[in-house]
């Protein structure tokens, strides 16, 4: 710990409170919290938190070079002071009654010849041993190592060597060291190796690290370099020493002491101090001359030098305890995690703590975790009963939805919203309308296979449709079973009944009969909504009885009956009591489909803007209602109107009106940016029209993000399930064969060779191996013509059918004929032992190992079975 004009910082080994300014004078401080019972009133503000209180000043030794701290807890606040003149003087900071204290206080060790101390380190292991650097003297050595329980003392001392102080007892002054080292040398710095303390290191001024066993100081290890200056040693890597020279640090490691194991990146001006961190592994910082900075680098993932050579990892970062003010010297808070206080040239001091930088893992299952020092913190989703579905991640709901095989069932495609949940309007619609296009595609593609643009207009959207209807007749229909005479416009086409089957009103045209999907909505319980479609196909009666009937269900609504009872009074007469009251009170109702059924009641005809844009109202019932009372102008104009909102939504009940086309994956673009629910369009997208939707590269994207995310969930069977799923309706996503044998002297592919035909859904078969002996057999590569390799049981070439094999035993002849032939390819494959290489026909070898456990090749003693977890299966046919 050198000390000159600038002040100087060091710390208590054994009070984690109190540290000493030098420069000088001695000055002890103690830090506590600002504003405790601890803290005087005249207290030094060191940060928000914490204040410094003066304890003591010794200004008894002048002309300090350097301080080194007694390392024991007794005698306390023992302090060695390297002179100018090279002597080492023993003080206190405070009053001790310790006797040996009182005893070492005032004790002088005096070298031969007067110069500059330039380093003083305490023994870790013996604390009465004192080593010292002194400057280069022709005739004397520059490290003096004391013992300061020594007692020899002088007969006489010179007047030369008096202490520059005053007089001293001369009982006080101790001339003969215990070691001393380096003849004809300098010594700017040393340090005690902690793995042995009868080790020192020094760093001399002839440019060479030295490394002294005081066991035999004759010998010694040392390497040549410049970085002489500040030797300190890592207190967590007991081999790691840093050391510097003007702008350059390099860091060593004493077991490859030959050179530098890396250095530092080299600063514009020249260090003054470099020093480990005592609570954080591999951390080194750094101060410059006429710097406000201190640099840090973080050497914690540092390779060892007996590795390979690969360029060492180090974060470096720097921070900035005092805003403006330059910085003299620092020093680590001994316990404290990475704090640290600092002075400037006028004693200005700063307690400062370096954070650490935090970093973040978030894994594939929500939840995240990041570290913060010697801290590791979890935060996870809060999976708990109580947890609503809309406050879920959406991988959280991906996730859950994956498990239950969401959006696999082909059969009842509408199913898939209830293995979402079922609690999703959009996807409750998405699915529906879904279903409602497949049915239709199917139905038009078996009655009407001569139309082939059919079946593309129903993937097309209701958009489209409506824009392709021709021949619409517009009827006057009456209200059915009810006796009033006023009738309604009413319009009909054969494009307007596909849309009505897509919005699921009725199920074949061109008869519109929506009683079926009544049945349904009765069934559902949507009471309301049932009695509103009753009543847009102009059937009041039908209508007030289901009211009726939802009033009197197990847990419904009694009020309905009120409602049926207002239906019951509806009057044309324009200025009626009846439509006055209606038309005022309707907005009051809390229930959408109770609202525009009033409104439709109270309604021009062709002036239905209240029941059209009702947004609380499905979107498909909405478009049902257009494609019945709007005219040939107004309804292609609301179509798109609506489509649009839709689309700036991310609304998937717009699929309706999109269809699975260009415009529908706009549409789900839209609704992936906001939710980003990959899952649901990766499936949606796979039920469009073939060879359309499935190649644009935003559909692609969905679909590689969610095999991603199966993966990354480890979901391997379900990736597995998807990709087969996805092969059944994207032909062209089916993946080449990964998997295929090859020969062993040429390397090519058995079966790929022969031909430039794709190797998938090309077996055995083809080289007459399929189990049939009247068929070709090859037994060589169709590549090189070499011979494939024999069976190590019936020492047939390989490609050879096992049923033209000799040997084949009665259990297999008496195996069910709709079992063998069903596993008779298998029983030709290609199969060897990993370990040793022998191998044979799949059915031979399995029947081998049924009774052995040793490899059927003789001298050979492998256990081929039980290498891995399938040796312990059971075989499938003794199941």
């Not at 196909?537 to 009885?545: E, F, M, S």
């Not at 529908?664 to 906001?674: C, F, I, N, W």
Request: proline share 5%.
């Amino acid at each position: 710990m050198s000390s000159g004009y600038k002040p100087d910082i060091l710390w208590s080994p054994h009070h984690a409170d109190r540290y000493v300014i030098c420069d000088t004078e001695l000055s002890l401080y103690r830090i506590g919290p600002a504003g405790s019972s601890e803290t005087k009133a005249g207290a030094l503000p060191l940060s928000e938190e914490t204040a410094a209180t003066l304890l003591a000043i010794n200004s008894d030794t002048p002309y300090m070079k350097c301080v080194a701290w007694y390392p024991k807890q007794e005698p306390e606040c023992l302090l060695a002071v390297g002179q100018a003149n090279g002597r080492v003087v023993l003080t206190s900071l405070g009053q001790s009654h310790n006797s040996k204290c009182k005893e070492l206080v005032g004790k002088e060790l005096v070298p031969k010849h007067a110069r500059q101390c330039n380093t003083l380190a305490w023994n870790p292991g013996d604390s009465n041993w004192l080593a010292a650097g002194l400057d280069k003297h022709r005739a004397d050595f520059s490290v003096l190592i004391w013992d300061i329980s020594s007692k020899f003392s002088p007969e006489a001392v010179p007047a030369e060597k008096v202490r520059l102080s005053g007089d001293v007892d001369s009982g006080l002054v101790v001339t003969k060291p215990l070691y001393e080292l380096g003849q004809n040398d300098a010594c700017l710095s040393l340090c005690w190796l902690p793995r042995d303390h009868q080790k020192l290191l020094l760093a001399g001024m002839h440019r060479n690290l030295a490394i002294f066993d005081l066991r035999n100081t004759s010998q010694k290890t040392f390497v040549n370099t410049k970085a002489i200056q500040g030797v300190t040693v890592d207190p967590h890597f007991q081999d790691r020493v840093a050391s510097f020279f003007e702008g350059q640090v390099a860091i060593w490691d004493l077991r490859k002491f030959e050179k530098p194991v890396f250095t530092l990146t080299e600063q514009p001006k020249p260090l003054t101090k470099v020093a480990w961190c005592p609570t954080r592994m591999g951390l080194l910082a750094t101060l410059t001359r006429d710097s406000n900075i201190i640099r840090l680098y973080d050497m914690q993932h540092t390779p060892m030098p007996f590795g390979d050579e690969v360029e060492p990892t180090i974060i470096e970062r720097s921070v900035q305890p005092c805003s403006e003010s330059i910085i003299s010297s620092f020093a680590w808070h001994p316990s404290a995690q990475n704090r640290m206080v600092v002075v400037s040239p006028n004693r200005v001091m700063n307690d400062f703590t370096v954070f650490e930088r935090i970093s973040l893992a978030w894994s594939s299952t929500t939840a995240l975790m990041w570290a913060c020092g010697r801290h590791l913190y979890e935060c996870t989703e809060d999976a708990g009963q109580g947890v609503a579905a809309a406050e879920k991640d959406i991988a959280t709901k991906m996730r859950e939805r994956a498990q239950s095989h969401y959006g696999h069932d082909t059969v009842q495609v509408w199913r898939n919203h209830v293995l979402a949940g079922g609690d999703d309007p959009q996807l409750r619609s998405l699915w529906y309308t879904l279903h409602y296009i497949l049915h239709c595609s199917y139905t038009e593609n078996v009655e009407q296979k001569q139309q082939s643009n059919k079946q593309s207009l129903i993937y097309s959207g209701i958009k489209n449709i409506v824009k392709s209807s021709s021949g619409t007749t517009e009827t006057r229909r009456c209200w059915s079973g009810s006796d009033r005479q006023t009738d309604v416009p009413w319009y009909h086409s054969e494009e307007r009944s596909l849309a009505l089957q897509l919005c699921g009103w009725i199920s074949r045209g061109p008869d519109i009969d929506v009683e079926p999907f009544l049945k349904s909505l009765e069934q559902e319980g949507e009471w309301e909504r049932a009695a509103a479609v009753a009543l847009f196909n102009l059937d009041i009666r039908r209508a007030i009885q289901i009211l009726n009937k939802g009033a009197s269900a197990e847990k419904g609504d009694l009020n309905l009956n009120v409602v049926a009872m207002a239906l019951s009074g509806y009057t044309d007469e324009k200025n009626s009591l009846w439509r006055e009251m209606c038309s005022s009170l309707r907005l009051q109702l809390k229930k959408p489909y109770l609202c525009v059924m009033f409104a439709f009641l109270t309604s021009e005809p062709g002036a239905y803007d209240a029941v059209l844009y009702e947004s609380r109202v499905a979107v498909r019932d909405r478009v049902a209602f257009a494609c019945m009372f709007l005219n040939d102008a107004q309804l292609p104009r609301y179509i798109d109107k609506l489509a649009n909102e839709m689309k700036e939504a991310g609304n998937l009940e717009g699929i309706l009106l999109t269809g699975l086309t260009k415009d529908g994956v706009d549409l789900m673009e839209s609704y992936v940016d906001q939710t980003g629910d990959v899952q649901t369009a990766s499936f949606c997208m796979l039920k469009g029209s073939p060879g359309e939707v499935l190649k644009d590269p935003r559909v692609q994207c969905w679909i590689e993000n969610y095999r991603n995310l199966l993966d990354a969930w480890r979901f391997w069977h379900k990736r597995a399930e998807f990709d087969i799923h996805r092969s059944k309706l994207d032909s062209s996503s089916k993946p080449l064969a990964q998997v295929f044998v090859s020969c062993n002297f040429c390397g090519k592919s058995i079966s790929y060779s022969c031909s430039a035909m794709p190797h998938q859904g090309r077996g055995f078969s083809q080289y007459g191996v399929s189990g049939s002996p009247t068929k070709s057999k090859v037994t060589s590569c169709p590549g090189c013509r070499k011979p494939l390799p024999r069976c190590a049981l019936c020492l047939m070439n390989m490609g050879t059918p096992v049923s033209s094999c000799p040997g084949t035993g009665k259990a297999d002849e008496k195996a069910d004929l709709t079992r063998d032939k069903k596993l008779a390819q298998f029983n030709n494959w290609f199969t060897w032992c990993h370990n040793c290489r022998h191998g044979g026909h799949a059915g031979h070898m399995l029947s081998w190992f049924r009774d052995h456990s040793e490899c059927p090749v003789s001298a050979c003693t492998c256990k081929c079975m039980q290498l891995d977890t399938t040796g312990n299966l059971v075989p499938s046919d003794s199941v």
